[in-house]
T-cell receptor
Framework: GAGVSQSPSNKVTEKGKDVELRCDPI?????LYWYRQRLGQGLEFLIY????????KSGLPSDRFSAERTGESVSTLTIQRTQQEDSAVYLC???????????FGQGTRLTVV | GQQLNQSPQSMFIQEGEDVSMNCTSS?????WLWYKQDPGEGPVLLIA?????ELTSNGRLTAQFGITRKDSFLNISASIPSDVGIYFC?????????????FGTGTKLQVIP
């Protein structure tokens, strides 16, 4: 597609439920990042996928968070047993191999009630 | 984890004024990027800097890659209301196929008409 696409754009879920967020990167982009952004705050790194290398999971805040990516395509971020503190905008970005600029999606706004 | 510190954290300025913000790190980066995030949107790339000492302009924006490679500066001249948003610096380091972006803490800019 023309840009990074994230779905859903908004998600309201009950505390304790699992959620799955999806990111479709720009076609051909080998690297993919997930970030969390709390209201009015900066970008908190979660996980980084680069080609076929093992992902860098160093930013995942707890074992309730996991992410997968199949090849160089779609990625899903899963949050299990959601807590209210998980409420935030989750942003995905992708980059093209050999280029360094990351392109962002519009994010998924997650609200845990 | 590694952090890029931006200052100021937030600023209110009058329309027409010039703005300066900076980004510092304890470690060296190969590339510096500056992004702007409008409310409700993902960050969008403004300027990319690839060499120490490089000074690059994009319209009313000017950014510099610090000589030490540990800092970068962004200036906005003659601010206008649509400059409102959060400005993020980002640094890249790594080699070969693994280059990971680290984002700064953000500078929130408010422009008073």
């Amino acid at each position: 597609g023309a840009g990074v696409s994230q779905s859903p754009s908004n998600k309201v879920t009950e505390k304790g439920k699992d959620v799955e967020l999806r990111c479709d990167p720009i076609s051909g982009h080998t690297a993919l990042y997930w970030y969390r952004q709390r209201l009015g705050q900066g970008l908190e790194f979660l996980i980084y996928f680069q080609g076929n290398s093992a992902p860098d999971k160093s930013g995942l805040p707890s074992d309730r968070f996991s992410a997968e990516r199949t090849g160089e395509s779609v990625s899903t971020l899963t949050i299990q047993r959601t807590q209210q503190e998980d409420s935030a905008v989750y942003l995905c970005a992708s980059t093209l191999e050999g280029r360094l600029e990351a392109f962002f999606g519009q994010g998924t706004r997650l609200t845990v009630v | 984890g590694q952090q890029l510190n931006q200052s100021p954290q937030s600023m209110f300025i009058q329309e027409g004024e010039d703005v300066s913000m900076n980004c510092t790190s304890s470690s060296i980066f190969n590339t510096w990027l500056w992004y702007k995030q409008d409310p409700g949107e993902g960050p969008v790339l403004l300027i990319a800097l690839y060499k120490a000492g490089e000074l690059t302009s994009n319209g009313r924006l000017t950014a510099q890659f610090g000589i030490t490679r540990k800092d970068s500066f962004l200036n906005i001249s003659a601010s206008i209301p649509s400059d409102v948003g959060i400005y993020f610096c980002a640094g890249l380091k790594g080699s070969g196929g693994y280059q990971k972006v680290t984002f700064g803490t953000g500078t929130k800019l408010q422009v008073i008409p």
